[in-house]
């Protein structure tokens, strides 16, 4: 009826979606890999940014490393023609990994795909993925004992994938 | 199309290791994919969310995959170890419920 009692239902709905928006990255922050092991990470796959996926897909890790991670890219490796199915193989020499994840910071949807890894798994590991036309980079995201270690890859694709 | 398609799977022994090799056979559609003489996408999304291997019943790997996984998945990864006659099963599941398993023995 009145302004006031507008605004004030204003900030209570702002202050709830702060909030709701806190809880998320907390309990996203705080879900141990054992847990997201159990079903589809759609906050991730959702994400619009790369940050946004690492922080829903990676959970609270150390800082992120440069190094510890290899990878190659398409064939030739520089110039991509066909953006609907670019051959992507990551390797590495680090033990114990838990996680190993692709993104492109360009796709619609960054995140591509997360490998889950046991013990008895080893690098390489190789894929096709989807990649939109243009400039990108191809970011491989590893997490090992608690910590990340980040490669980046750019690249250039002619005809775009449709992510 | 016409040819009869289906899932793939190949286990090969290395020395020290066991080569897997998947091919699956779905349209990864993302719902972004466009007819040439329209805008309006053609399709919804279908796309294979979760793929789970296990060697003699004991899980291995999982991959959770989004729509920017190309048409027919293709997977390679090695396992540590393993000796001929190994089961090898590979489990996956979309996001309209449809899944499909292919298994092999370590030749």
């Known amino acids: 009826m009145t302004p006031p009692i507008h605004s004030q239902r204003r ?3 702002k202050q709830f979606l702060s909030a709701s928006t806190l809880a998320m990255v907390a309990s996203s922050g705080l879900l141990l890999p054992q847990c997201v092991l159990a079903h589809w990470p759609s ?5 619009e940014t790369v940050e946004d996926v690492l922080l829903a897909l990676m959970g609270q890790a150390e800082a992120i ?3 510890g991670v290899k990878f190659t890219v398409g064939k030739p490796t520089k110039l991509i023609t066909d953006g609907q199915s670019v051959t992507v193989e990551i390797a590495s020499e680090l033990a114990n990994i838990e996680r190993v994840a692709i993104l492109v910071d360009n796709n619609p949807n960054p995140l591509v795909m997360s490998f889950e890894l046991t013990d008895n798994v080893m690098m390489p590991l190789k894929t096709r993925i989807k990649i939109v036309a ?3 980079q191809l970011i491989a995201v590893i997490r090992a004992e608690g910590k990340l ?4 890859r750019d690249v250039r694709v002619y005809a775009g994938g449709n992510a | 199309m016409g040819m009869l398609q289906h899932d793939r799977i190949r286990a090969t022994l290395r020395e020290g290791h066991t080569e ?12 972004r994919e466009q007819n040439k003489m329209s805008v309006e996408a053609v399709s919804s999304p279908h796309f294979i969310q979760d793929i789970r291997c296990w060697r003699n019943g004991e899980q291995m790997l999982a ?9 027919n998945p293709y997977f390679s990864f090695q396992l540590v170890g393993g000796e001929s006659g190994d089961k090898i099963k590979v489990r996956w599941v979309d996001n309209i419920g449809q899944k499909g398993i292919v298994e092999v023995k370590v030749n």
Do not use: Q
Not at chain 1, 149 to 152: D, F
Not at chain 2, 63 to 71: D, H, I, S, Y
């Open chain 1, 134 to 136: 243009g400039e990108s």
């Open chain 1, 43 to 47: 906050d991730a796959f959702t994400a």
């Open chain 1, 149 to 152: 270690y980040k490669t980046t």
């Open chain 2, 20 to 31: 897997i090799r998947v091919l699956l056979i779905h349209p990864m559609a993302s719902g």
């Open chain 1, 11 to 13: 900030a209570v709905l």
């Open chain 2, 63 to 71: 991959v959770k995959c989004g729509p920017a996984t190309a048409e």
């Open chain 1, 65 to 67: 490393e440069e190094t």
